[in-house]
């Protein structure tokens, strides 16, 4: 069953990128509003296929501009985020050159960051900053890798510049912390041992990785909003990463301790 499952799911999801394919492309070349809605309902059709059970905890800033900051364990965070809204991610430029997630990125129109080199961030931040601007979430994980899932590595700093270069003289700009937690599988808590099957993370293989995922099961993933928080132009990006990241650790740590709520 687990097979039939993996193939099925495998399918329906090269069957729905088949579809909305030239749709995406057209949006985004022609610049319809669109563009934002068919990569919400690729991961939608996708949640459902790879059985996510997602559970959210408060709700998302309706303001704008918004970047959202989040913690990263696995590519499963690309949907299951991707699944709660319509946005648009930023990924280091190497994901921009991956087979088939290489162009699911695009469609999504992730921005691409070298963050090896200063000037190419300083450019990429500058995009970011017009995309919020014209009313796009954007989501930052700011760890700039993945964990294990049971952890949060420090925040970045870097891109976080992009919340204050978003603002004119009349607009706020709004930062705020996204937790993912891993918590079930088959109904049952995963722990500490079985958390880091579902996360992708060091020199691990993606195509067995994947297929793991695609015949494991049901899955509950928890979706955590923090409390926005207002960047001005005389916000300390250092002192803003350093408070997001306490804020993701420390509802992952409750949520792995206390349960979902």
């Known amino acids: 069953m687990a097979t039939i499952r993996g193939l099925l799911t495998v399918l329906v999801l090269f069957l729905a990128t088949v579809c909305l394919f030239p749709g995406q492309w057209l949006a985004i070349k022609f610049g319809w509003p669109i563009q934002r809605q068919l990569p919400f309902l690729w991961h ?15 709700s998302p800033a309706t303001d704008r501009p918004l970047l959202i900051t989040a913690n990263h364990a696995s590519w499963v965070d690309i949907t299951a985020i991707g699944s709660l809204m319509p946005l648009s991610f930023i990924a280091k430029s190497e994901v921009g050159g991956w087979p088939i997630f290489g162009l699911l990125a695009r469609l999504q129109r992730t921005v691409f960051v070298n963050r090896t080199r200063r000037t190419e961030t300083g450019k990429a931040t500058n995009e970011i900053a017009e995309r919020m601007r014209e009313g796009d979430a954007m989501v930052l994980f700011a760890e700039g890798t993945s964990s294990d899932g049971n952890m949060v590595l420090p925040f970045r700093s870097a891109l976080l510049g992009a919340a204050t270069k978003a603002q004119g003289e009349d607009t706020k700009v709004w930062v705020q912390p996204l937790t993912i937690v891993y918590h079930s599988l088959h109904g049952m808590p995963m722990g500490r041992v079985w958390r880091p099957r579902v996360a992708w993370y060091g020199d691990m293989e993606l195509g067995e990785h994947l297929w793991g995922v695609f015949t494991h099961g049901p899955m509950d993933v928890v979706a955590i909003w923090g409390e926005p928080v207002l960047a001005h132009s005389q916000t300390d990006r250092k002192q803003l990463s350093k408070h997001l990241e306490d804020e993701v650790r420390d509802r992952l740590i409750r949520s792995l301790r206390d349960g979902i709520a």
């Not at 939608?44 to 408060?58: N, T, Y």
């Open 44 to 58: 939608q059709i996708a949640i459902r296929m790879l059985d996510l059970r997602i559970h959210q905890v408060g």
